[in-house]
């Protein structure tokens, strides 16, 4: 397994904008394909958005789409998310994911139990 750590969370206010970043230790990270989820307090944790290991194709959850972007950098082991437009409804706990054997595209339908790999955390709050 890969041991995951994500940072870049915090306060932003609504608008605003923050970018995550998933540091890789263990493996390289262009052998996994590459998610974030996130949990907030009473919620099951939702499928944000996930990257493929070879041909980078990403897939994005309808509440994200054109506001958040994911992106990966193989030479530094580090996956981002850029969140853009922030709104209250983003707060919660964003986890960094991977897995050597899922294949993320457009039809992809994120679920954490696809991935074996998962970081700690970081805490996102949106408020004014």
């Known amino acids: 397994q890969v041991q995951l750590v994500e940072s870049g969370g915090g306060l932003v206010s609504p608008g605003g904008s923050l970018r995550l970043s998933c540091a890789a230790a263990?493996?390289?990270?262009?052998?996994?394909?590459m998610g974030w989820f996130r949990q907030a307090p009473g919620n099951d944790r939702e499928g944000v958005s996930c990257?493929?290991?070879?041909?980078?194709?990403?897939n994005y959850a309808d509440s994200v789409k054109g506001r958040f972007t994911i992106s990966r950098d193989n030479a530094r082991n580090t996956v981002y998310l850029q969140m853009n437009s922030l709104k209250p409804e983003d707060t919660a706990v964003y986890y960094c994911?991977?897995?050597?054997?899922?294949?993320?595209?457009?039809?992809?339908?994120?679920?954490?139990?696809?991935?074996?790999?998962w970081g700690q955390g970081t805490q996102v709050t949106v408020s004014s």
């Open positions: 990257i493929n290991r070879s041909d980078g194709s990403t």
């Open positions: 994911a991977a897995d050597p054997d899922y294949y993320c595209d457009s039809e992809s339908i994120l679920v954490a139990q696809d991935f074996r790999s």
């Open positions: 263990g493996s390289t990270l262009d052998a996994h394909a």
